[in-house]
């Protein structure tokens, strides 16, 4: 009895994301997100100041778009780093 209660505990524990964001732990609920999203996590306001970028294991880094929805459920992708935009980049 005891292993078929665990079991339904279990399902009723809602399921997280542990990700990286410049080497600072945050742990996230939905599945995918966008990159705006991350960047608001991450306390990066406004978002549109900041480029998301991010490292997949084996150490290959990509530019993330603001609309760019990621989803943690994908292998590797776990750690982002943000860089601060120039007033003359980024903008439109």
């Given amino acids: 009895m005891a292993n078929q209660n665990d079991s339904q505990n279990s399902k009723a524990e809602k399921h997280h994301y542990e990700i ?23 306390g990066k306001i406004p978002p549109e ?19 760019e929805t990621i989803c943690f459920s994908d292998p590797g992708i776990e750690k982002f780093m943000t860089l601060p935009l120039d007033q003359t980049e980024g903008g439109k």
């Fill in 20 to 42: 990286m964001i410049d080497r600072t732990p945050y742990k996230v609920e939905q599945e995918c997100i966008t990159g705006r999203e991350i960047l608001q996590l991450a």
């Fill in 49 to 67: 100041r900041f480029q998301l970028n991010v490292r997949y294991k084996g150490g290959k880094v990509a530019k993330v778009g603001y609309d």
